[in-house]
Nanobody, 116 residues
Framework: QVQLVESGGGLVQAGGSLRLSCAAS????????MGWYRQAPGKQRELVAT???????NYPVSVKGRFTVSRDNAQNMVYLQMNSLKPEDTAVYYC??????????WGQGTQVTVSS
């Protein structure tokens, strides 16, 4: 089993920044993809950013250039730096780990609210 715990959400004005952190523990295999997803009220959960164990990243167009994902393999941490936040970024943000057996683990989520 893998446990994921997010932190760093909150309320910020449009144009501001937030940094999310996620701590992973448990039976973590070396080969995995970690990342962030978000879900706004009434919408489906969507990809925000992913990063492989060797640092390859992936972003959707909606956040590319504003958000940066990073990870610390030694500490089993993944981070999401969010800049130039917009009201449409408001959502619950979930940390995700997908291992080499394509098993997904999720954190409990952290609320990010961007006021206009």
């Amino acid at each position: 089993q893998v446990q994921l715990v997010e932190s760093g959400g909150g309320l910020v004005q449009a144009g501001g920044s937030l940094r999310l952190s996620c701590a992973a523990s448990g039976n973590i295999f070396r080969l995995n993809v970690m990342g962030w997803y978000r879900q706004a009220p009434g919408k489906q959960r969507e990809l925000v950013a992913t990063i492989t164990e060797i640092g390859d990243t992936n972003y959707p167009v909606s956040v590319k250039g504003r958000f940066t994902v990073s990870r610390d393999n030694a500490q089993n941490m993944v981070y999401l730096q969010m800049n130039s936040l917009k009201p449409e970024d408001t959502a619950v943000y979930y940390c995700n780990l997908k291992n080499q057996y394509v098993i997904n683990y999720w954190g409990q989520g952290t609320q990010v609210t961007v006021s206009s």
